[in-house]
């Protein structure tokens, strides 16, 4: 047998079978499509008997192909690959960059761009430009093999993005090809699908913007894309925002008498053709060098580093010429900054020997062959010290006031003073005189100069010369003492208390100092004891030790205090106690006390003393001084006398004698306020505190409580013990907190809790005010404040871009921070149209919140979505504006946090703004508003053909005429991740009476169309139900929307007739039956069913619903329920089949189907015989003459005429047959009983029928 197998069509082939029967060709039918390649394939197979040989040969026009039959499993629209393009197995993912040949390379092109235009060799750009990197790929032919050694699904290619760019994590498609990744470390990730294992050919282009990183400077920049094969550099100039044509700054040394000025030029970075720069000298100083570097400015135009290390060269980059500098060679043309250095020294001459103030400026000019002259000023002033000065003597706390420390400041101009240069000093007090041995001469950097070399002292009574034996060129500081020699009394005063002090150079220039001198030899101080109510007193007596005899003091206390007479203390400073009424006598006079000495202390003492004592204090009253005077006599009999007087000053809370407080603890919702009062001690008699609580704080049951307080010594106060049965009332009518106080002198503490538990916190502070009342007449108000963090305040938004994915900007939402009490709380969340809400992403979490109101998610709290809060979200299809809403179930009084993210729809390639209002409603005590606004920017970058704006029209029609528009139909559009699965609904909405459906605003890219709900009387294919692939392109301006047809069918069911051998019978005829027993007759002009009665069924319908050839029978437009199948006739040779099918229709995610197959209906054939009729003549071979020429018989089935008549003659020999005759009954399966009957038999003969 040779079999030949000829293919004759694109999509069909011929079987030709030749055997010992002769040659059958088979047509089958093509189920594949045929690649771009055509081919021609002939395949014999010869065999012997045994059938163990075979041979196969292929021929092409261009190529050759296997060609097979698809199977079952494999879908309608699969491709045929190519010979050699098998799909490979699944093999580990390999880095391509292995695998290409030396010299080759995946990227096949780079280009630098800035607003969609190539960047050209040295072009100057804005630091903040939106640079594109735009790359080139092909995958080489030797890739594309389909077999191990070529690519396959998982192959990914990395390189690293240029340097000085910022990096983000970013992914999208390429193509149909695969994906890339770029990675915020820079790298480049393509990764292909199993595209590349079937065809050729492939080649694509990615596209990434983003800014130069923050850490990039300004100036002279390549930008280095690293490529298989070598690098591709681009040169830019990054032109700072800011800089200048030209600055100059000074700095000076005035130790060192130089002058540095620095010209900075060029930080603008513009071009410049032979710059010159001129800088004249003022005046005053000697240039003593130029030096000229490169500079490096950031992108705003300021100055970050200087390159003193490769200084310009003179004669090779620039000339000078006087104070003429230009730029030669490599530098005649250049973008580059540069710093000029002019180093310059003071001339002496320059120096004011009166000090102060020397300023220097000058002006530097740039010029060159592009631009006008451009100038630039610098000034510095030098604070140059006097040649000579002198400060006001010091007191000498070792010798207690009678010495005083002179300084003279000598040559702080820092001049080159010549040999025996000198200084004169004259004292202009009579009772000064000089200390001769205290001299000192110090350089101000720290050299002490020595006596009799570096100098010569020479007094002449109230003078002194300084001589510098050897010059001087620095300054020195001329140290010495001298002593006041009159006893410092109250009578010391005017000019006899001044001292004064002249000096002069040897030049003649003069200058003095004087002041006055110091005459504290008695010392008042206070110390107030808050606890004891006292003030303690101590009098420092003879501070400067001079000898005194018949000394007395007189210490007059003001009207507040009250002298303790026992308190009084008087002792040697560092030494003994003196004895009262042996030592020292005190004598009391009202207000006044004397203390005086007694015995041998009365008759001589040059000692220090120290007298104490204590006084009560009156505790609100302001005036608290107390004045005391010293008297005595010298050696020579003379009278002296020193006087003091000091006043303390009492803390303020002492003097209110009433203080109020407050917190807020945010974790319970209390304010807790305290009153303390009493601070001075006074006696209570019916004393209270009353406490009106204002606005709608609430008062704590239980929550009052009395403490005392304690006061220590320093005036510090702390609680002490709690009052037990405190006498506390709260009156709710006016809610008021009422104290009575104990009697007696203590301070007392008052403390109660208020509550904003259940209200609506509109308030950021909250304000009471308590009353202190004693006796009769005394009476303090005290206010206090308390802040609440977030009061007022409802709700509260944040946002950035996803660190993960940088498709997305995540928000969060802190909603009620001032946890009030509220009910029917509704959040409108309203997003910049550049963003889409991920519904699934909402998510709201508890919070904790510590006492001082701080907030901070509580991830382990989850509140349910559709319990505790439901989100809904509008979106308008046509501009993509949406309005989340969201709910809060129930009564809220605490904190949430609510996040979600947003799909990022740039309106541009790189950076975008995304904006977002929120506001809350809500219903409490009163009703609650509250909004705000957060924007925040994000960076976005696109694969090829994307970025763009687009829009699309859908029209879904009928799939009959593909013209009808279908209303109602419910779609979604759905953005793909770079796997190109469903990320996002971006889009959803339902076909108008048009069958249109309008969606604008969207970015050109990959989508999937996703129908949920198909319109009456119609289902959901399974592409759409999926998702359809479709790709937006861009709007074109002046163009129509682009229209998306989109069609609907109406939902079929099936089922097959055949034999019991499972054999497919054609021509059996069908009805559906359904709920209400009324039977299916085809559909009405809106594709829904026609009922009618089983009668009343269509010739159309029957004929729709009989078996065709392959045995089935299809339904359309059944409506989701429970039907039954009834056979109405079987096909021929057949049984009908008696019994009812049940089955039923039901809608699966928008498909209408049947919810189990129904199984195949069989039908039994039936059983047939033949019944042979002969005619017998008994009329003796018709010797009568009378035999009719034909005769014809009827058949009876079970006694009933069947209507089939045979024909007997002499030319069928009397003979015939009846055949192919039911067995049995169709209907009730009994066997059918026949029987002949002649009809209108002969009259001359007799008719008997025999053998039924």
Request: proline fraction near 2%; aromatic fraction near 6%; charged fraction near 30%.
């Amino acid at each position: 047998m040779k079999l030949s197998v000829t293919k004759v069509g694109k999509d069909d082939q011929t079987f030709t079978v030749t055997g010992v029967n002769g040659t059958q060709e088979i047509l089958v039918p093509g189920q594949v499509r045929e690649s771009e390649t055509k081919a021609t394939t002939t395949k014999e197979i010869t065999a012997g008997d045994n059938g163990e040989s075979d041979q196969t040969s292929t021929t092409s026009e261009s190529s050759t192909s296997e060609v097979r039959p698809t199977t079952e499993s494999e879908t309608a629209d699969s491709t045929v690959a190519p010979e050699g393009k098998k799909a490979s197995a699944q093999a580990e993912p390999r880095k391509i960059n292995d695998l290409l040949h030396d010299g080759d390379s995946l990227i096949t092109g780079v280009d630098l761009k800035i607003d969609d235009k190539s960047v050209e060799e040295g072009q100057v750009i804005n630091p903040d430009a939106m640079i594109e990197l735009l790359y080139n790929w092909t995958i080489s032919e030797y890739l594309l093999t389909g077999d191990e050694n070529g690519l396959h699904a998982g192959d990914y290619y990395e390189t690293k993005l240029p340097e000085g760019i910022q990096f983000s994590n970013v992914s999208g498609s390429l193509g149909d090809y695969g994906t890339y990744e770029i990675k915020d470390d820079g790298t480049l990730r393509l990764t292909f699908n199993d595209k590349v294992e079937s065809e050729h050919d492939i080649k694509g282009t990615i596209s990434y913007m983003q800014h130069l990183d923050t850490d990039e400077n300004a100036g002279s920049t390549t930008i280095i894309f690293p490529v298989d094969g070598g690098d591709k550099k681009f040169n830019v100039v990054v032109k700072p925002e800011g800089g200048q044509s030209i600055s100059k700054a000074a700095t000076n040394n005035v130790k060192e008498s130089k002058v540095t000025w620095e010209v900075s030029i060029n930080t603008n970075l513009e071009t410049l053709n032979n710059a010159t720069v001129t800088d004249p000298m003022p005046e005053g100083l000697n240039l003593t060098g130029v030096k000229v570097y490169r500079q490096t400015v950031d992108k705003n135009g300021k100055v970050v580093s200087v390159d003193k290390d490769h200084p310009l060269i003179e004669g090779k980059d620039y000339t000078k010429d006087g104070n003429v500098i230009k730029f030669i060679n490599d530098y005649a043309k250049t973008n580059d900054s540069f710093q000029l250095v002019y180093e310059t020294t003071v001339k002496d001459s320059a120096i004011p020997a009166a000090g102060g103030d020397v300023k220097f400026n000058n002006t530097a000019t740039l010029k060159d062959d592009n631009t006008d002259e451009q100038s630039a000023k610098a000034e510095t002033t030098m604070t140059y010290g006097k040649l000579i000065d002198k400060t006001f003597g010091k007191t000498d706390d070792d010798n207690y006031g009678t010495v005083y420390k002179w300084q003279i400041k000598y040559n702080y101009g820092n001049k080159n003073l010549p040999a025996n240069s000198h200084v004169t000093d004259t004292l202009g007090n009579k009772n000064l005189e000089f200390i001769q041995d205290s001299i000192v001469v110090k350089t101000v950097s720290g050299k002490t100069l020595e006596k009799g070399k570096d100098y010569t002292v020479i007094f002449d009574g109230q003078s002194m010369k300084v001589n510098f034996t050897n010059g001087i060129d620095e300054a020195v500081n001329i140290d010495y003492k001298t002593k006041f020699n009159k006893i410092i009394d109250d009578d010391v005063k005017g000019d006899e208390a001044k001292l004064t002090n002249s000096v002069k150079t040897d030049t003649g220039y003069e200058t003095g100092s004087e002041g006055t001198i110091n005459t504290d030899g008695l010392v008042k101080e206070a110390n107030i004891d808050y606890d004891k109510r006292k003030i303690n007193w101590t009098i420092t007596i003879n501070k400067f030790k001079y000898e005194m005899a018949n000394w007395y003091l007189e210490d007059t206390l003001s009207k507040n205090l009250t002298l303790d007479p026992d308190s009084i203390v008087l002792k040697e400073q560092g030494g003994k106690t003196l004895v009262k009424d042996i030592d020292y006598k005190v004598t009391m006079d009202g207000q006044k006390f004397k203390v005086e000495f007694l015995g041998d202390l009365k008759k001589d003492t040059d000692k220090t003393y120290v007298l104490t004592y204590t006084t009560d204090f009156a505790r609100r009253e302001g005036d608290l001084s107390n004045g005391a005077s010293s008297h005595w006599q010298d050696h020579s009999g003379d009278n002296h006398t020193n006087t003091t007087e000091h006043k303390p000053n009492i803390k303020n809370e002492y003097k209110a004698d009433a203080t109020k407080g407050g917190t807020y603890n945010a974790q319970n919702k209390h304010i807790t306020w305290t009153t303390k009062v009493n601070y001075t001690q006074d006696a209570l008699k019916g004393a209270m505190i009353t406490d009106p609580i204002i606005g709608n704080q609430d008062y704590v049951d239980g929550s009052a409580k009395l403490y005392e307080v304690k006061i220590i010594a320093n005036g510090n106060v702390s609680r002490g013990a709690e009052v037990t049965n405190a006498d506390i009332a709260y009156d709710s009518a006016s809610k008021t907190v009422t104290a009575k106080l104990p009697d007696g002198n203590k301070a007392y503490d008052l403390v109660f809790e208020t509550s904003l538990e259940g209200k609506v916190i509109d308030q950021s502070q909250y304000k009471n005010t308590a009353t202190y009342k004693n006796g009769a007449t005394y009476q303090k108000d005290v206010t206090a404040t308390v802040n609440v963090k977030h009061g007022n305040v409802f709700v509260d938004k944040s946002g950035k871009q996803d660190p993960n994915n940088a498709n997305y900007v995540t928000w969060a939402v802190t909603i009620n921070p001032s946890q009030s009490t509220m009910s029917n709380v509704v959040i409108t969340d309203t997003p910049s149209i550049n963003q889409v809400l991920a519904e699934d992403s909402f998510a709201i979490y508890g919070t904790k919140v510590d006492q001082a109101g701080n907030i901070t998610k509580d991830a382990s709290v989850v509140l349910g979505k559709g319990k505790d809060y439901t989100v809904d979200i509008e979106t308008n299809n046509e501009i993509g504006q949406q309005v989340a809403t969201i709910k809060m179930n129930g009564t809220i009084d605490k904190a949430y946090i609510m996040e979600y993210k947003a799909l990022i729809m740039p309106e541009n390639n790189g950076e975008n703004t995304l904006t977002n209002k929120i506001s809350i409603k809500g219903d409490g005590q009163k009703e609650v508003e509250g909004n705000t606004e957060e924007s925040t920017k994000v960076v976005v970058s696109i694969g090829t053909g994307e970025g763009s704006k687009s829009s699309v029209n859908i029209v879904k029609v009928d799939a009959d005429d593909n013209k009808t528009p279908l209303k109602g139909a419910e779609l979604e559009l759905w953005s793909v991740d770079k796997d190109g699965k469903k990320q996002q609904i971006v889009r959803s909405g339902v076909t108008n009476k048009k069958g249109e459906l309008k969606f604008g605003n969207l970015r050109a890219t990959n989508y999937l169309l996703v129908e949920t709900k198909a319109p009456a009387g119609y289902t959901i294919s399974d592409e759409l139900k999926n998702g359809k692939k479709i790709k937006l392109e861009a709007d074109k301006e002046g163009q129509e929307v682009a229209t998306l047809k989109i069609e609907n069918a109406v939902p079929e069911i099936s089922f097959n007739k055949v034999d019991i051998k499972g054999k497919a019978l054609a021509g059996a005829v069908f009805a559906i039956k359904n709920e209400d027993s009324r039977y299916y007759n085809g559909l009405k002009a809106d594709k829904t069913v026609k009922w009618a009665e089983r009668g009343e069924i269509s010739a159309d319908t029957k004929t729709a619903l009989t078996s065709d050839e392959n045995g089935k029978v299809t339904v359309k437009g059944l409506p989701v329920g429970e039907y039954q199948l009834v056979e109405l006739s079987a096909p021929d040779g057949y049984e009908k089949s008696d019994k009812t099918i049940d089955f039923e229709v039901v809608n699966k995610d928008g498909q209408i189907k049947l919810k189990d197959a129904i199984a195949d209906v069989e039908n039994e054939a039936s059983q047939f015989v033949d019944i042979p009729i002969e005619k017998v003549w008994n009329d003796k071979d018709n010797q009568d003459g009378i035999r009719p020429v034909k005769v014809t018989v009827e058949l009876h089935a079970d006694g009933k005429a069947s209507g089939k008549t045979v024909e007997l003659n002499t030319e069928n020999d009397w003979k015939a047959s009846f055949k192919k005759l039911r067995k049995t009954d169709a209907s009730t399966k009994e066997e059918i009983k026949y029987t002949v009957k002649e009809v209108d038999p002969d009259k001359n003969y007799k008719s008997d029928v025999t053998g039924t």
